[in-house]
């Protein structure tokens, strides 16, 4: 191989950081050393019975569309697959009954499969002309190497991918409580943060109801565990639907929950937003419970609402004072 073509490759590998990059720089490559018409790589999907055209290069007059899809059975890649004929110029004469090498007029066709480590099948790179045309063996050895290539860097796409989304699905259990599936303490302050940003660049507060479920180690006591964590996760449902779509929701821990919205621009419109926050979650988390084959009648939970000024405070000073009030709010529901 020349050292112009090595220089090639190893620019290509160097600088494409994208599997249509990769194979668009390699197919032009292979149409020069092949002499083709036009040079194509395929994905195979056995079980669909498909084979579909990824990329490809056309320079003269045949065309093999982009996103053509045939019926695997009757493609000039199984036929030379089954055959182990790797370079026919002469495919009238043996696959003259092939409808697609009819469509395309092809007359010299080439073609290596693209195998993964673990003898996967992934598709084909080929090259075919509507002229005879010769194969050296230096474009049959560039055409196996860069069927290689892509091979390689199809998997260590795919080990990225596989990374990315193991990755995501860590970042996601961080962030999320395992028992009722809402965020957790560590998402809250997280997304209390952003709000507390947003209010504070549009001058608006902050709304934070902190929400502590009354009777609840009565509840673990009489009725056990179990039926206590259903409890929970019916809370966290009524909860969510109580929301809308802005709001943070969360639990803090135990039976401690918190929702939040964005305030008003006033004092008094916060205030009246604090209030008919309140009553609607009391609403919501008030009434009856099925517990499998128990049936609570709840009383309510605990509400401590604070209108938040972004400006003057942080997150964590608001949700203290939303404590606070969550525990006069508590000792009313005493006396009461």
């Known amino acids: 191989m020349s050292d112009f073509l090595l220089s090639q490759i190893s620019e290509t590998l160097a600088s494409e950081n994208s599997l249509e990059g990769l194979v668009r720089k390699l197919l032009e490559t292979l149409e ?30 045949m065309q093999i569309p982009e996103g053509l899809s045939v019926p695997w059975g009757d493609t000039l890649c199984k036929r030379a697959m089954d055959e182990g ?39 084909t790179l080929c090259a075919a002309s509507s002229e005879k045309k010769s194969l050296s063996m230096r474009g ?46 560590r998402a809250i302050f997280k997304n209390l943060d952003s709000l507390f940003s947003i209010a504070r660049h549009r001058q608006r507060t902050v709304i934070i109801a902190f929400i502590d479920l009354d009777e609840f180690k009565a509840i673990n006591d009489q009725h056990g565990h179990e039926t206590g964590d259903l409890f929970l996760r019916q809370v966290s449902d009524r909860l ?40 609607r979650l009391n609403g919501f988390l008030e009434g009856k419970y099925i517990l499998r084959d128990k049936v609570l009648h709840y009383r309510g939970a605990s509400i401590g609402v604070y209108v938040a000024h972004p400006g003057e405070e942080t997150p964590d000073s608001a949700l203290r004072h939303a404590d606070s009030n969550m525990y006069i709010d508590k000792n009313a529901r005493r006396q009461r």
């Open 32 to 61: 020069l050393v092949t002499e083709m018409d036009s040079t194509y790589l395929t994905k195979i999907e056995i079980e669909q019975g498909k084979q579909h055209i990824l990329f490809s290069r056309n320079s003269k007059e």
């Open 140 to 185: 049959e050895y560039v055409l196996r190497l860069f069927a290689g290539l892509i091979a390689q860097y199809i998997q260590k796409d795919s080990l990225l991918e596989q990374l990315r989304e193991a990755n995501a699905a860590l970042i996601a259990h961080s962030y999320t409580d395992p028992l009722t599936g809402l965020p957790n303490r």
């Open 85 to 123: 004929c790797l370079y026919n110029n002469d495919v009238v004469s043996r696959w003259g009954d092939s409808q697609a090498a009819q469509a395309l007029g092809i007359k010299t066709y080439v073609s290596t499969p693209v195998e993964l480590d673990d003898g996967t099948l992934y598709g």
């Open 240 to 279: 969510s639907v109580s929301v809308r779509q802005d709001d943070i929701i969360g639990r803090l821990g135990g039976d401690e929950f918190l929702v939040a919205e964005m305030g008003g621009l006033s004092d008094a419109a916060s205030e009246k937003s604090a209030s008919m926050l309140k009553a």
